[in-house]
């Protein structure tokens, strides 16, 4: 889950990038028309240009990760981290004990 809030819906940023999309003819750039509609929802330019950047490219239109991708290795990092710090413990816990083990048997 993102640490930042997120201000804007789904449907406001699928209708923000449905009107990018439609209405960047209209203007001199890409820029220039997220600049205008931006200014009516009441997000910066970055923002939309950054929604509209992720709808290329879960669209196929442009190179990145789709966001099911991303969020499935996020969490397979994490399982692995996980992993790996329990496997430290158990190993920790499996020299302390036969280190006890050995230490029992030559007091006897």
Same mark, same amino acid.
């Given at each position: 889950m993102s640490k930042t809030t997120?201000?804007?819906?789904?449907?406001?940023?699928?209708?923000?990038?449905?009107?990018?999309?439609?209405q960047e003819r209209e203007y001199?750039?890409?820029?220039?028309?997220?600049?205008?509609?931006?200014g009516k929802i009441g997000c910066s330019v970055h923002t939309l240009m950054d929604w509209v950047k992720r709808t290329d490219v @879960?669209?196929?239109?442009?190179a990145g990760v789709p966001l099911e991708v991303?969020?499935?290795?996020? +969490?397979? =990092?994490?399982?692995? &981290? @996980?992993l790996r710090q329990a496997n430290e413990i158990l190993r920790k816990a499996s020299a302390?004990?036969? +280190?006890? =083990?050995?230490?029992? &048997?030559?007091k006897t």
């Open positions: 997120n201000k804007f819906g789904p449907e406001v940023r699928e209708r923000a990038v449905r009107m990018l999309l439609e001199s750039s890409r820029w220039a028309a997220a600049g205008s509609i931006a @879960e669209a196929g239109r442009s991303s969020e499935r290795l996020k +969490a397979l =990092e994490r399982e692995n &981290r @996980e302390y004990f036969a +280190a006890a =083990e050995l230490d029992r &048997r030559s």
